[in-house]
């Protein structure tokens, strides 16, 4: 069964340092997400992709964490700097467009000491 | 903005008991999902309602979409061990493919 991959599945890092975590969507899925769920918490949007495009980035932390997709197939989640509130799950999810195909992948903990 | 509210937060049950948990929503959704997550694991899903009324079931579990499209229920019937996990809700948002997540139902089983 096809699956969507994230690295690293761990990372701890210290506050104001630089962190990037990596997704492969399963292979045809246009639509790529990237959420964050806190400890207890349900997973939110960050950010939406449509092949290589932005289509939703309203909660996005655009002042400390970028994301691309600059050939619409894998994409990378960065923030810089790192503050400790960011410690979280942060999971990618792929589609084809069609929900059945919403699939999520095993997500990457960070931790931010 | 759009909030689910699920509850219960959590639960904890003998095995071979049924199980029901439910969302409500202040805002109308076109389509609800139920997701199981594991420990350390992304939510993997596990029902989809399309339709306002509709009633789905996969294996032991059921799960039905409100008619007023602003709330969902999942039961599980006659839990087993593996059942153990946190169980999330998911709307999602009309004219987009987002998701709005409720904050998750824990099951804990009793052997």
């Known amino acids: 069964e096809a699956e969507v991959a994230q690295s690293p599945r761990y990372k701890i890092t210290e506050k104001s340092q630089a962190v990037a975590f990596w997704c492969d969507p399963i292979s045809g899925h246009a639509t790529l997400y990237w959420y964050r769920q806190i400890l207890g918490q349900g997973p939110e949007l960050l950010v939406q992709f449509q092949d290589e495009s932005v289509v939703d980035d309203s909660q996005l932390p655009k002042d400390r964490f970028s994301a691309e997709r600059l050939k619409g197939v894998d994409s990378t989640l960065k923030i810089q700097p790192a503050e400790l509130g960011d410690s979280a799950m942060y999971l990618c999810?792929?589609?084809?467009?069609?929900?059945?195909?919403?699939?999520f992948g095993s997500g990457t903990r960070l931790t931010v000491v | 903005g759009q909030q689910l509210n699920q509850s219960p937060q959590s639960m904890f049950i003998q095995e071979g008991e049924d199980v029901s948990m439910n969302c409500t929503s202040s805002?109308?959704?076109?389509?609800w999902l139920w997701y199981k997550q594991d420990p350390g694991e992304g939510p993997v899903l596990l029902i989809a309602l399309y339709k306002a009324g509709e009633l789905t079931s996969n294996g032991r579990l059921t799960a039905q979409f409100g008619i007023t499209r602003k709330d969902s229920f999942l039961n599980i019937s006659a839990s087993i061990p593996s059942d153990v996990g946190i169980y999330f809700c998911a709307g999602l948002v009309k004219g987009a493919q987002k998701l709005v997540f409720g904050q998750g139902t824990r099951l804990t089983i009793n052997p």
């Open positions: 999810a792929s589609s084809q467009g069609q929900l059945y195909g919403y699939t």
């Open positions: 805002s109308i959704f076109n389509t």
